[in-house]
């Protein structure tokens, strides 16, 4: 399993050197290059150390799990290669690392609120990017599910053998919402496994008699899982708070207990500091854009990132009409409730077999990691819970602990007699839903058209991406110089080869421009203030937004704007492009 910590602390470096660069103004095709040949310098030595130590057993098991890996990887691999069109890939997790690249430097983006978010998995998709592909950055995003299937696989293949083992690891890679992660350029898979290596090797400190080894090698990996993303805010509390009980039950030695727990928070943040300081000297915020109140009173807020000013719980309730019963049950109705797209159904699908399995790891269970991955689980999704509108993707830090539960769970019912066929024959069914919905992927992304040259790059990005077309005009008529606001339009900017800009998400700016202007003349010049050449809205969303939130004699002026100051030049999806006259 050690490995698997340097392969990870490798690629947390290469992401830190990057970023250090970036500062310096160095981002260019020939020091990515050089980073490049650096890092596969030390894998390959990484690697050479590792066979000398531990030489690949081919015998009859490991043989037929090296086959089934190669085949879950050959299967996933032509949705893969499909040209990138997931929504957040496009938003950000591309398109910075893209403007970063265009700029040769890390650049702030102001009107991009989550550009200021630690971007440690983003700066390694910036390599293969910088050397001309954007498909590489999706590859990158399945490997890190398959390290962390691997230190599940380890972790299980020491109390319950390897084949426990080798089901907790196609538990987890063949998961609904981690095949699909896997298809995309996003970070999530990234955290996961960081926050993952930081609790087991947390759990490993404890097992070892507390070697100093497990706590470094946990508290360097929740620094790296801090970089990626957030949301390992809530992880660095639960294993902050964690150490000084652990080891104070233990040892009964309180004031080194609690000296651990500042030491490992401390080194952690350390870990982190890049990120903060950069936060920090632009907004005064570390961790901008949240906690804004807390470090920077008067700070402005940009757009681009979305924090809702009602709890996610009272949303739910104005937004779908749920009732408070049916909301407390959502704990469990993401395992069966879940749909791709759906922000009601939590955007993402797990398995409502895994419902089944989970209860009976309890079973006599005086397993202490057991009982501490209760409570890391319960904490995490709780906090998730209250704090924002859940989605599935974002609970993906709890689900290696899931499925742990899940292989216990089943390894429980096969040691009772008359539940040990049932129970072989759910986790069949578990299995085979999840094949279904990789089925189901092949059907909605058709990638052997695209693969087979059937279909062009082009054609495929027009039938899946609605506003593509459009985007695809201005950048071929639209001058080098174009500035455009993207206006209800989704704010996917990666295709856009002009310089654009868009506002909250909430269209409070948009608002504002419209309410404070007395004409249609003065309308457009607020526009040309901005440095806006251009406008590409979706204009059925825009309209309805417009008669929501506007009086008439402003609806009116909007009327007359459209007909005299702008020039329709390409109109198609619902999405037009227009020239500011």
């Known amino acids: 399993m050690l490995v698997i910590y340097e392969i990870g602390f490798l690629l947390g470096g290469v992401s830190l050197l990057i970023f250090f660069l970036g500062q310096l103004g160095f981002i260019s095709t020939a020091s990515i290059f050089g980073v ?16 000398i130590k531990e030489p690949i057993d081919m015998s009859g098991t490991r043989r037929w ?29 591309l398109a910075v690392p893209k403007l970063y690249l265009e700029s040769g430097r890390i650049i702030e ?60 690891l196609f538990l987890y890679i063949t998961t609904p919402i981690v095949i699909l992660s896997s298809t995309t350029a996003y970070i999530d898979l990234g955290l996961t496994f960081y926050s993952t290596l930081a609790l087991v090797a947390l759990l490993k400190w404890r097992e070892t008699d507390y070697a100093d080894r497990w706590f470094l090698y946990s508290a360097i990996s929740m620094g790296l899982a801090l ?3 957030y949301s390992a805010l809530v992880v660095l509390f639960i294993l902050g708070i964690s150490v000084p009980y652990i080891y104070s039950r233990a040892t009964n030695n309180q004031v080194r207990a609690l000296g651990l727990g500042i030491k490992y928070v ?5 870990v982190f500091l890049p990120w903060m300081v950069k936060n920090y000297l632009l907004k005064g915020n570390p961790i901008y854009p949240i906690a804004n109140g807390l470090f920077a009173a008067n700070a402005s807020f940009e757009g681009g990132f979305h924090i809702s000013a009602l709890p996610p719980l009272l949303m739910r309730n104005l937004l779908y009409g749920e009732d408070l019963w049916y909301i407390l049950l959502l704990p469990f ?27 009976f790891a309890f079973i006599k269970s005086k397993d202490r990691d057991v009982r501490y991955m209760v ?28 499925v742990i539960f899940m292989v216990f769970g089943f390894s429980n019912l096969l040691k009772v007699k008359w539940f040990k066929n049932i129970a072989v024959l759910l986790m069949a069914g578990l299995f085979i839903f999840n094949g279904l919905y990789l089925v189901d992927l092949y059907r909605r992304y058709r990638p052997l058209q695209y693969l087979l040259a059937s279909e062009g790059r082009d054609q495929y990005l027009s039938r899946i991406l609605p506003d593509y077309t459009a985007i695809s005009f201005a950048n071929s008529t639209l001058p080098e110089n174009a500035r455009v606001m993207l206006i209800f339009a989704g704010e996917r900017g990666y295709y856009w080869e002009r310089e654009y800009y868009y506002g909250s998400r909430g269209a409070q700016d948009i608002i504002r421009i419209i309410k404070g202007s007395s004409n249609e003349v003065e309308l457009k010049e607020r526009f040309r203030g901005l440095g806006m050449t251009h406008l590409f809205i979706r204009d059925p969303l825009f309209i309805k937004f417009c008669k929501d939130n506007l009086i008439i004699e402003k609806l009116e002026m909007l009327n007359i704007f459209y007909k005299t100051q702008l020039k329709v030049l390409y109109s198609r999806n619902g999405y037009s492009l227009y020239e500011i006259l």
Do not use: C
């Not at 090296?66 to 950000?92: A, E, N």
């Not at 109705?333 to 989970?358: A, M, T, V």
């Open 36 to 51: 490049t040949i650096l890092a596969s310098a030390v894998l390959i030595l990484l690697s050479i150390r590792w066979l």
């Open 65 to 93: 799990f090296i086959l089934l890996l190669s085949l879950f990887i050959l299967v996933v691999l032509p949705i893969i290669l499909l040209p990138p069109t997931s929504r957040d890939g496009l938003i950000v997790h």
């Open 109 to 168: 983006l102001p009107f991009m609120g989550f550009s200021y978010a630690p971007m440690n998995i983003e700066l390694l998709y910036l390599i293969p990017m910088a050397l001309g592909s954007d498909i590489i950055p999706k590859l990158i995003h399945l490997f890190f599910a398959l390290f962390t299937g691997l230190v599940i696989y380890f972790y299980l293949a020491e109390g319950h053998g390897r084949g426990y083992a080798t089901i907790g």
């Open 227 to 229: 970089g990626t993303k």
């Open 266 to 270: 401390s080194i952690a943040l350390a």
């Open 333 to 359: 109705r993401i395992f069966w409730e879940g749909q791709d797209g759906s922000h009601q159904y939590f955007d993402g699908q797990l398995n409502p077999l895994y419902l089944f399995f989970i209860p």
């Open 375 to 402: 409570f890391f689980s319960f904490v995490f999704f709780y906090v998730a819970f209250f704090t924002v509108d859940i989605v599935t993707r974002y609970l993906l830090p709890i689900l290696p602990v899931l």
